[in-house]
């Protein structure tokens, strides 16, 4: 009768090109992986700009006075622009005491990283907050 190798050698090499175009859509919906040293940098920079804040106590005590605001103003100023930030104030049971959010802009949707520092006061009665600093680069 007729020779039907000719058939399936055209229907293997449709689904081979099935399964390569597959592979294909599938490993480009997959996230890639993330970008490391750019928050290794924005870790560094949140660490420096919390650092140079707390200079001579001076954070220490603008968290005493619940000063949110020179906070945030002292942060736009030492981070760079392209920079969102939040930043909560947490007593030594942990739980949060700024009153206000501290932060420039929203962080939804952006890859964020995070950075805690221990700050204490220069005064007689010393007090000890834990500061989270959570950065993310904006578009």
Known sequence: MFDRKGQTRIIEAFFS????FSVL????????QPDLTGQRELANLGTQALMKLD????????????NWTVIKTS?????????SFNLTVY??????INSQAIQNSNLQGHEAVSVEYVCATQTTNTEFFVLRLQLAWTK
Do not use: K, R
């Open 17 to 20: 090109i099935a399964v390569v």
């Open 55 to 66: 200079a001579n106590g001076t954070l220490g005590n603008l968290i005493v006075q619940e």
């Open 91 to 96: 007593d030594v049971n942990m739980l949060p």
């Open 75 to 83: 942060l736009d100023v030492l981070l760079p622009l392209g920079v």
């Open 25 to 32: 859509l599938i490993s480009a919906t997959l996230p890639s």
